[in-house]
């Protein structure tokens, strides 16, 4: 999520694994059965990425991506599935314990085995050969050289000026773990063991006390200066004891599609099998941080693997791989591409070894070309037929744009950097829009330099006015840095609207300053320090004269603070309330024919209007007024925001009321007096249902919405979601289609008949008439 869902960039927004550090960890560490072969790779894995709109930063509470854990408890000890004594029975199933290698404590252990290993490096030609003290993959300050007899398996060394080349770091831990894989293999192939990685796991599991429930999440300040993105929130997060399978070496020629089913995997064993291509379903298993597939058959990498964006380690030693496909560079968090052992193209290869892993996987990013764009997406009518021509109908668009700070490569590398410079992403949100050609415009995350500078400017001669307002926290800060604080922005047809009110809702204000909420730690606390906004303007039509509200709202993106959002859509809704109540009893309009501020295609004035205009409809009652209420709410369809919302209250013994201190609304419950319904739910039970308004690695849900008032607006139609075929290999957005992480949304509306109220007196037909006792 533009904070969007700054949900773990799902923070679509990131999921954070704990790492556990004991010493009885260690002490079983060193148990290690002879022969097996030093393991140096197995260290926590923990994503930094950012998702509904903001991605979690450096100090974000976020959660286990299946909240297994509490924070500073041990992760809970799981049998394990095993086959014969073999090892070659049912596949192996492990639970999934993070820790800390201590490299001191290592030292003895991977000094003998190297040492152990040193004639069998010799043997097959390895540069590790020339070598006799390091540990743990590092080496020495004196590196040795690439001569054409030191590389493995046949590859000419390589040379420049007649000079050899030094080794690199990562290349020298890619030869120590292909020598690892390889005694793996044969331990296999000749004795049946499983994979030496994969029964590290299980001892490291072995004894550990369970722990249950969700990981909980501790108070902390949102930095302003990074962007925060979205991730999944649940409101009952299942746990999941195993996240580690392993296959290896059990002859399979085939991966089966079920075993893909598997989506929470977080470590895959395939080596030492037969198999000759990985299934183009591997790019289901999103969370996945290991996959080892050395020793086989494969002859290339499917492009779908690209979806697995928070692989960390991905080894394939000893195969029959080429080249590699450019979707794997959205592998940004790559730190280890095994790739000896296979005929690789030599410029490849050349660049792994120089270079490492992270610098060809950027240079596969960057290599890319622009992939084809997908289909345009539909407009799915709601209603058969067209409406009468004598029907006022509008249609309402709305848009987080992820602002420009936001958009950074560290929330976002698995996209192109062109593709995320603000230069592009802006004429991409401007293409949209005249794309959508809608009458009312709702942005997001609109910083004001970009309001000022460019959105306004280039929407005034599309004819659209506008109403802009920061984030208050704009007003305490220099003016070169307030310029980049984001806000949101309403936009509406000049040629169709003239606005009558505009207001700002600034929900901390106004929560620390009622009287029943002065005094509330929990309003400091969580509400106070979260500056969100919202926009409510007053519109009148033109020609018809007939009004509409439209509220336009971002609201906090952490998923552990639900709580502050329901207060946040509360304190809206009370506002739209007084708001509304108010607009009722406003005159009628007396300047419609102004025309201060619209021009023209080519910049001029416009000085007339072909139709004539009708007075000004008046209104019995704040509920009677059309109302439109939408934006980023970060906030998926189970949501307490959405139960509000839909059902109009809150009871004040929900359980995001009933532990907290709000004031009237933790006393009396919440409520509004308002008919509303989602727009995108009249697609959730049919083939045109929109899955994500939000997408990124992380997080994938629907959090941005357009609500409106079903006593007096209809809805006729919607615009459709993005095509499924182009979805199978984008892991996220932004992208080169798509400038934000959030998509854009939009409704087309027909404003309901009224009901007129009789004037003239039921007539009389006297005493006969009346019904006798």
């Not at 990131?14 to 290690?32: E, F, K, L």
């Not at 998702?51 to 924070?71: F, L, V």
């Not at 293999?185 to 994969?198: I, K, Q, R, S, Y």
Request: charged share 20%; hydrophobic share 30%.
């Amino acid at each position: 999520m533009a904070d969007g869902y700054r949900y773990p960039q799902q923070s679509a927004g990131n999921y954070y694994y704990q790492q556990q550090h004991t010493q009885t960890h260690h002490a079983r560490h060193q148990i290690i059965r002879n022969g097996t072969p030093p393991n140096n790779l197995r260290s926590a894995f923990t994503t930094e990425t950012p998702s509904p709109s903001r991605s979690p930063d450096s100090h974000s509470p976020a959660q286990n991506i299946y909240g297994m854990y509490n924070q500073g408890q041990a992760q809970g000890h799981h049998g394990r599935v095993n086959g014969t004594p073999s090892g070659r029975g049912m596949p192996l199933m492990y639970n999934f314990q993070q820790h800390q290698s201590s490299h001191q404590q290592q030292h003895t252990q991977h000094h003998t085995n190297i040492q152990q290993d040193h004639a069998a490096h010799a043997a097959n030609g390895s540069v590790l050969g020339h070598h006799t003290n390091y540990s743990s993959g590092v080496l020495s300050n004196s590196t040795p050289s690439f001569t054409p007899n030191s590389l493995q398996n046949g590859h000419s060394g390589t040379t420049r000026g007649g000079q050899a080349q030094q080794i690199t770091e990562h290349w020298a831990e890619q030869l120590k773990l292909h020598k690892e894989a390889e005694n793996a293999n044969l331990a296999m192939v000749d004795h049946g063991a499983p994979n030496h990685f994969a029964r590290q796991r299980a001892g490291e599991n072995r004894g550990l006390t369970s722990s249950s429930g969700a990981e909980t999440a501790t108070d902390h300040e949102e930095d302003n200066a990074d962007r925060n993105r979205p991730y999944r929130q649940e409101s009952v997060v299942k746990r999941q004891d195993w996240i580690n399978l392993d296959l290896s070496g059990q002859g399979l020629k085939v991966l089966a599609t079920p075993l893909f089913n598997y989506v929470f995997l977080g470590d895959l064993y395939v080596a030492s099998n037969k198999i000759t291509q990985l299934p183009a379903a591997i790019g289901q298993l999103r969370h996945l941080r290991h996959l080892d597939a050395s020793f086989n058959q494969l002859k290339e990498l499917p492009r779908e693997l690209g979806m697995c964006v928070y692989l960390r380690n991905l080894l394939v030693f000893n195969n029959q791989i080429q080249t590699l496909p450019n979707e794997l560079g959205s592998l940004y968090h790559l730190e280890m591409l095994g790739i000896e052992g296979n005929p690789l193209d030599s410029n490849l290869k050349l660049a792994i070894m120089e270079t490492g892993s992270k610098a060809v996987i950027q240079q596969l990013r960057e290599e890319a070309p622009t992939p084809m764009p997908p289909p345009a997406r539909k407009i799915v009518p709601l209603q058969d037929g067209i409406p009468p021509n004598n029907q006022e109908s509008f249609k309402v668009f709305s848009y987080n744009i992820l602002c420009d700070k936001a958009c950074t490569e560290t929330l976002y590398g698995y996209t192109p950097s062109e593709a995320l410079a603000w230069e592009w992403r802006r004429e991409q949100v401007l293409k949209e829009i005249d794309e959508q050609n809608a009458d009312i415009v709702c942005l997001q995350e609109v910083d004001s330099d970009t309001h000022y500078e460019f959105l306004s400017p280039k929407l005034s001669v599309r004819g659209y006015k506008g109403v802009f307002w920061p984030r208050p926290r704009s007003k305490t800060m220099p003016e070169k840095d307030a310029k980049f604080v984001d806000g949101c922005a309403t936009f509406f047809k000049g040629s169709k609207f003239i606005l009558l009110e505009k207001s700002l809702v600034d929900i901390a204000n106004i929560a620390i300053n009622r009287p029943d909420m002065k005094n509330q730690h929990d309003i400091f606390n969580r509400v106070m320090p979260r500056d969100n906004i919202a926009i409510v303007t007053f519109l009148e039509n033109r020609i018809t004269g007939s009004r509409v509200i439209v509220g336009n709202a971002h609201l906090h993106w952490d998923p552990q603070y639900s709580d502050v959002k329901l207060i946040q859509m509360a304190i809206l809704m009370e506002n739209i309330n007084a708001l509304s109540t108010k607009y009722s009893t406003k005159p009628p309009s007396t300047d419609k024919e102004k025309k201060a501020g619209l021009v023209d295609e080519n910049g001029s004035p416009e000085t007339n209007f072909e139709s004539e205009f009708a007075p000004s409809i008046k209104y019995g009652s704040n509920t009677q007024i059309p109302l439109i209420l939408c934006g980023d709410l970060n906030s998926t369809s189970d949501s307490s925001v959405y139960e509000l919302l839909a059902k109009g209250n809150i009871k004040p013994s929900h359980k995001e009321l009933s532990n907290y201190q709000y004031g009237n609304f933790s006393k009396n419950g919440i409520e509004h007096p308002f008919s509303l319904r989602s727009a995108y739910s009249a697609l959730d039970k049919g083939p045109d249902r929109v899955t994500f308004t939000n997408y990124v690695p992380g997080f994938r849900d629907v959090i941005d919405h357009i609500w409106y008032s079903t006593n007096t607006l209809e809805l006729t139609a919607l615009l459709g979601g993005v095509d499924s075929e182009y979805m199978k290999t984008v892991p996220g957005f932004p992208n080169h289609h798509f400038p934000s992480d959030h998509l854009s949304i939009m409704g087309e509306f027909v404003v309901k008949g009224r009901k007129e109220k009789k004037t003239h007196p039921e007539p009389d037909f006297g005493s006969s008439s009346r019904r006798r006792d």
